[in-house]
């Protein structure tokens, strides 16, 4: 008997409308292709109005009659999260908030309000988004952290990478900070008396449209390694398992069950001490309110 949650285990979604940011590619595309396939409302969430509308002709020759709309979200700019918030909450109500949008080890590069891109976008673009949004959520808030969150520190010191830019801890750092920020939701959640819950996933290694920033030597050995990791669909998993999956609770992190947690079915993963961590999550929760502008009230 094969243990660990697929595709082939999200039940009907009929009637549920799922809002996915970054569905336009990778992870993203493959939980909005399989949600919509089970008869869900997806809202891609994107930057890119015509990479979302091609995202969108893809999913309807692979599901006739998908039920699919799309939402400009550009996390990279508070301005424009706080206009795309107000357009949802414009709209019918969320039963799965799916924080999937992000952006790896770029060459140095600012978002409008000046931070350092990857902890702008990975983390204070949904930290923005999901605060002032999650009033409308009616089920699960799930936020994508990754592996790299084990080797992720907090450092606040030089959020626009003025001083220095080491793109791989700066990767690591956003990626922490995602984990903390689910702890320290689904605790807010909680103590609010919401029915919503947060849950944490990560992909495990899976090749995605992520990998465009890697060295060319590494990106150029990537078709050899293809057996070895996740293809985005598999990389999938965890996060349909933690939008749908009924045996999940909020607090839960989820991942592929293989070995060191790159590949494989989903199931239970494993968060280190710090991604855990009580204090670092309202510190952050607090820094995050600042340094936003959004006080998601809870």
Request: with cysteine; aromatic share 6%.
């Amino acid at each position: 008997m094969r243990s660990g949650f697929t595709a082939d285990d999200v039940a009907d979604q009929s009637g549920r409308r799922f809002l996915i940011t970054g569905a336009n590619a990778g992870i993203g595309f493959e939980a909005a292709r399989v949600l919509a396939a089970r008869g869900a409302h997806v809202v891609l969430a994107c930057r890119d109005a015509a990479r979302a509308e091609a995202a969108m002709e893809r999913i309807r020759a692979d599901v006739p009659g998908a039920e699919l709309s799309f939402l400009s979200l550009d996390l990279a700019d508070l301005d424009q999260v706080k206009a795309a918030a107000q357009a949802a909450l414009a709209g019918p109500r969320i039963d799965g908030l799916i924080d999937n949008a992000g952006v790896m080890i770029p060459p140095r590069t600012l978002t409008k309000q000046g931070f350092e891109l990857q902890f702008g976008v990975n983390h204070l673009g949904h930290f923005a988004f999901v605060g002032l949004v999650h009033p409308h959520v009616e089920d699960r808030i799930v936020i994508t952290a990754s592996l790299a969150h084990k080797s992720g520190a907090m450092d606040y010191s030089d959020l626009d990478a003025s001083r220095s830019y080491h793109p791989w801890q700066r990767y690591q750092m956003s990626k922490l900070a995602n984990l903390l920020h689910m702890v320290e939701l689904d605790r807010r959640l909680g103590a609010a008396g919401r029915r919503a819950q947060a849950i944490g996933c990560h992909p495990g290694v899976a090749l995605t449209e992520l990998t465009r920033h890697l060295p060319f030597p590494l990106r150029s050995m990537t078709p050899l390694a293809t057996p070895f990791f996740n293809s985005a669909a598999q990389g999938a998993w965890p996060t349909l398992q933690a939008a749908t999956g009924a045996h999940v609770q909020g607090g839960d992190y989820l991942g592929p069950q293989g070995l060191g947690e790159v590949t494989g079915r989903s199931g239970p993963a494993r968060a280190t001490r710090a991604g855990r961590d009580a204090k670092l999550a309202r510190e952050l929760w607090e820094r995050s309110v600042d340094l936003t502008g959004v006080d998601p009230g809870i």
